[in-house]
């Protein structure tokens, strides 16, 4: 640093004729000052006087707060490398070339293996179609027909199952999660997202199932497992389609199993009625000893897309499929195995619950339908959550019902912490009494404590 | 005077009923009215335009300005509030000023005195509380109250310190006699440099005296002007050079080439740390003509320390 001469030095520190007599600003303005919240104009007459008062930039000096030093701005240039479209751009052309020499350098009796398995994928039981389809079913089918059929032969080219309107679009109550789709219920195909949507999907299908995720451990040798397998059972796709939800009761006849119960345990109103809700059945194969590929459904129009995107990649889409529907299905089945060993009447005591016209329902295995479940008065209830016995149901007024005893008794959640306005979009039971719920107007809270206390979080 | 006040200043109503519900005024046992009457008191104080009033009243801390006004009048509530919130933070601060804990809890407990008001005015106490205008957060006032009373303090101390202290602390002092460096007159300079200082922007005098006169760190003055330190190094060097380029200009018209006015600033003498009177004085006939120039002088000067050392 340079060095100033002397004279500077000194006729620096002489008092300025300007501010000899001048009053010292008093503690508020050095404050605001220190602070950075003062108008340009005071400013700069604050920092007049600080250029020639030692004792009013000694008081600032000390004054500042240590925090400010986080505040500091600091701006460098960008280098190319910097913005992350290239850095992604770049790892997606790498991965990109190595599948494509991989492709190349594989025999052509491996290459056609997607029109080998097609052989080999038997098709699902026929679905009975709901006696009474319902109003948004309908309008959804009547909406999107031609994209419709165009994944139906999509699908069909790739080996699967045509999709039935009906069952695509069936609501499930159960464990994992619902998506609103022009005003019904789509439930997700695990199938033909992205692998990293897929894997997050996957964790939290195993995670809402029954909110037992399998220990890190079993966790690991579920998805070594998997990964050893999946290069043979190329006609394990399609075969999350079977993860459905714990039965209502053992001794129930095994219900028909719908093509897209990605068995959630959260389910929205809005939703067709009718039709048998999917449950596991008894009979059915469990999907880690599968030896036959079921294929129940087929990816829709959405889906379809997402392979595209997926296409980037290096994985083929089935085998992506594949990898993350068993470690999907590995999780479900962990998280059943779980379940069972710390509660014997897991299955006895899991019902299935589903939203209707605004309105609980509650899923009869004796009868095969669903009845209404009385909650609250004039609330119109938008999600429900179950886990276990316990049962949570937002509506769209900001209402939250809270039940322990599998419904028979409700509990309001009563808080000030979100706007009556807001409607429940969102809604996870994590654990005993624990869940966590999105609202409509993007604020997530959750508690830990049976609805008692709320935190919010992001 | 609130009331006059409330009356010269006009106040948005539904922003100031916006700000008043915002204070919990009314819990600090604080009307609208009176709460009125302080805010358009700080903008009286503060402002001089309509424009400014309205930008300060959308910035004040409402919150803490009723906090602190609530303590001033002497409310329970807001008591029990502020030592919740601030008493920690308050010791914190004097910690972080003084570096001592001893000294920094003998700073505190002063102010404390001072914030809870022992002194008596018209048999209405005091209190330091109610100098706070809500511009910036109470407990960043807190903290520029403290580091005020350690200044003076500290100042007042020092003048006290007896002669023997600061032999003892090593400081030495310039005798008296012949070894005082000649006054040479140096109006010319001075006034140059002054006016090379007064183009200087206020920022550019702060930073300049911030790190030349009292050696703060580039750091400690960015965090200041919340700036990034490099910005401060960039500056610093830059008015460096603005200033001696200003008085070079200035000397300049007052007459003198340019060789003369970087040799009148470069043979400040007060930049030489020898003692010019002993080779000004032995500067024969031959000399003279060097010391014209400062190069001469520094090369008398060091012939002169040459000379005056012990011939073996």
């Known amino acids: 640093m340079s060095n100033l001469p002397h004279i500077v030095r000194q006729r620096l520190a002489a008092p300025s004729s300007g501010n000899a007599g001048a009053d010292h600003p008093d503690a508020d303005l050095l404050n605001a000052f220190a602070e950075r919240r003062l108008a340009a104009p005071e400013r700069e007459r604050v920092l007049a006087h600080l250029g020639t008062c030692a004792h009013c930039r000694e008081i600032v000096a000390l004054a500042t707060p240590e925090e400010a030093a986080t505040q500091a701005v600091f701006t460098p240039g960008r280098s190319w490398w910097s913005i992350r479209s290239y850095q992604y751009g770049a790892i997606a052309a790498a991965l990109a070339l190595v599948a494509a020499g991989l492709v190349l350098l594989r025999p052509a009796n491996e290459r056609s293996f997607v029109s080998n398995n097609v052989a080999k994928v038997e098709q699902p039981p026929a679905m009975p179609k709901p006696s009474t389809p319902s109003a948004d079913t309908d309008a959804y089918s009547a909406a999107e027909p031609a994209k419709q059929r165009e994944a139906e032969q999509k699908n069909e080219a790739r080996g699967f199952a045509p999709l039935k309107k009906d069952e695509s679009r069936t609501q499930v109550g159960g464990v994992g999660g619902g998506r609103a789709f022009g005003g019904a219920i789509v439930v997700q195909q695990p199938t033909a997202q992205p692998p990293k949507e897929l894997d997050k999907l996957a964790d939290n299908y195993g995670f809402q199932a029954g909110n037992l995720k399998a220990r890190p451990q079993e966790k690991s040798e579920n998805l070594n497992r998997a990964d050893t397998r999946r290069d043979q059972e190329t006609a394990q796709v399609g075969s999350a389609d079977l993860m459905t939800l714990p039965l209502a009761s053992k001794a129930a006849p095994p219900p028909p199993v719908p093509a897209a119960n990605a068995a959630p345990a959260v389910a929205h109103s809005g939703a067709p009625t009718g039709g048998t809700p999917p449950t596991r059945s008894a009979g059915m194969k469990d999907l880690s000893t599968a030896e036959t590929v079921e294929v129940t459904s087929a990816g829709t129009a959405e889906a379809q897309s997402n392979v595209a995107t997926g296409a980037l990649l290096a994985e083929t889409p089935a085998k992506r499929r594949a990898r993350a529907l068993s470690t999907a299905a590995a999780k479900d089945e962990q998280a059943k195995q779980n379940a069972l060993a710390n509660d014997a009447n897991y299955n006895a005591r899991t019902v299935l619950w589903r939203i209707s016209s605004g309105r609980l329902q509650q899923f009869d295995a004796s009868r095969n339908a669903y009845d209404d479940v009385a909650v609250s008065g004039t609330s119109r209830l938008s999600i429900v959550g179950s886990l276990g016995t316990e049962v949570w149901v937002g509506g769209t007024d900001g209402t939250l019902y809270y039940s322990n005893d599998q419904g028979a008794h409700w509990i309001p959640v009563r808080t000030g912490a979100w706007s009556k306005d807001a409607t429940f979009v969102g809604l996870t039971p994590t654990a005993l009494r624990s869940v966590e719920v999105h609202l409509s107007n993007g604020e997530r809270w959750r508690s830990a404590d049976g609805g008692a206390s709320w935190s919010k979080y992001q | ?312």
């Open chain 2, 1 to 312: 005077m609130g009331v006059t006040l409330a009356k010269t200043i006009s106040l948005d109503e539904k922003l100031f009923a916006q700000k008043y519900a915002e204070s919990h005024g009314a819990d600090y046992g604080l009307s609208a009215a009176q709460f009125r009457a302080i805010v358009t008191g700080i903008a009286e104080k503060y402002c001089s335009d309509a424009k400014e009033r309205d930008a300060l009243f959308r910035s004040l801390r409402y919150e803490e300005l009723a906090l602190a006004r609530g303590c001033a009048a002497g409310n329970e509530r807001a008591w029990t509030e502020f030592l919740n919130r601030y008493r920690g933070k308050l010791y914190e601060s004097a910690r972080s000023i003084t570096r001592d804990d001893g000294s920094a809890r003998e700073l505190a407990d002063g102010i404390y005195a001072e914030l809870y008001g022992t002194e008596l005015r018209d048999g209405v106490r005091r209190t330091k509380l109610e100098h706070y205008s809500g511009r910036g957060s109470l407990e960043g006032w807190l903290r520029t109250v403290l580091a005020q009373e350690w200044v003076n303090r500290y100042r007042k101390v020092k003048r006290e310190v007896s002669i023997e202290e600061q032999e003892e602390a090593g400081v030495q002092f310039a005798a008296n006699g012949e070894s005082t460096p000649v006054q040479i007159d140096h109006a010319q300079l001075a006034v140059a440099t002054d006016a090379a200082l007064a183009e200087l922007s206020s920022e550019e005098r702060y930073i300049l005296a911030s790190y030349h006169l009292d050696g703060r760190k580039l750091a400690d003055i960015a965090k200041t002007l919340g700036v990034h330190e490099s910005t401060i190094s960039r500056k610093v060097e830059k008015i460096a050079g603005q200033v001696r380029t200003g008085i070079l200009k200035h000397l300049q018209k007052g007459g003198m080439s340019r060789r003369q006015a970087e040799e009148a600033l470069e043979t400040d003498v007060r930049d030489v740390q020898i003692d010019v009177r002993t080779p000004l004085a032995q500067a024969g006939p031959e000399n003279l003509s060097d010391t014209i120039s400062g190069r001469g002088l520094q090369a008398g000067a060091a012939r002169a320390f040459r000379e005056s050392e012990p011939k073996q």
